[in-house]
């Protein structure tokens, strides 16, 4: 299975949740809030071969994201992946605005074309779109999508990839935007621990109720399902890596 955008390291035992995707063969992408974050969990996952993590500058943050752009330049050689990045133009984080743009702008300057981005795009779905189109970043994967289905629409026009978490499958929105996701640009995420399933944190393991939800779908075979989510990361990561 493949969870492509994971707080790993905000469980309370990080390395027990890493030592779990690597027994279980989940593909896990460990996404970071700030480059400091990053630079404490790098080593740990190094000699793993399913968990990787991602170099992070999280919306929420934006107040100390300019302290951290030089360690963010620093740390950007040691991964192939950048997340969460993006914008949040919710109420929550609507203040922010201005400081927001401005550190994702600097973010996707930095990365070029052979990364892998997982974005936060609360709120701000076209700006995210048209910031990617501006400095012509290929490789992103929207998660935990919660704009219009239009707006998953265009964004799969221009190539992009969503990674649908069980939250999504429970709403009525989200069931909407998975049915117009082409199935080629699919991929599955837990964001753990953010999520609660039976009054207890999520973990990557429970992603396959993604891929039973995809199974009914389309009407196709589990095994059909992680045969095509495990394809389409590794086709993102060769394309990347083609670049």
Not at 216 to 224: C, F, N
Request: proline letters at 5%; hydrophobic letters at 40%.
């Amino acid at each position: 299975m493949v969870d492509a955008h994971c707080h790993i390291d905000l469980y309370p035992n990080p390395l027990s949740v890493i030592r779990a995707c690597e027994q279980q063969g989940i593909y896990t992408l460990g996404v970071t809030n700030l480059p400091s974050h990053f630079k404490l969990g790098v080593e740990h996952v190094r000699p793993c071969k399913r968990v990787r993590l991602a170099l992070g500058m999280h919306p929420l943050y934006a107040a100390k994201h300019r302290a951290e752009w030089a360690l963010f330049t620093k740390c950007l050689p040691m991964t192939s992946y950048v997340g969460e990045v993006g914008l949040d133009f919710s109420a929550e984080c609507i203040a922010t605005q201005s400081q927001q743009i401005e550190s994702f702008r600097f973010v996707l300057k930095q990365v070029g074309e052979r990364k892998i981005l997982s974005l936060h795009s609360r709120g701000a779905e076209m700006q995210v779109l048209s910031m990617l189109s501006e400095h012509r970043v290929p490789h992103a994967i929207f998660h935990w999508f919660t704009g219009t289905v239009e707006q998953a629409r265009q964004i799969a026009a221009a190539g992009y990839y969503f990674s649908v978490n069980p939250a999504m499958i429970r709403s009525k929105k989200g069931r909407a935007i998975i049915s117009v996701i082409p199935r080629g640009q699919l991929l599955t995420e837990s964001d753990g621990p953010f999520i609660k399933i039976q009054h207890r944190s999520i973990e990557p393991a429970d992603v396959r109720e993604v891929y039973d939800y995809i199974a009914m779908l389309y009407r196709i075979s589990l095994r059909e399902v992680l045969t095509e989510v495990e394809s389409n990361f590794r086709g993102l990561i060769h394309k990347a890596l083609q670049q």
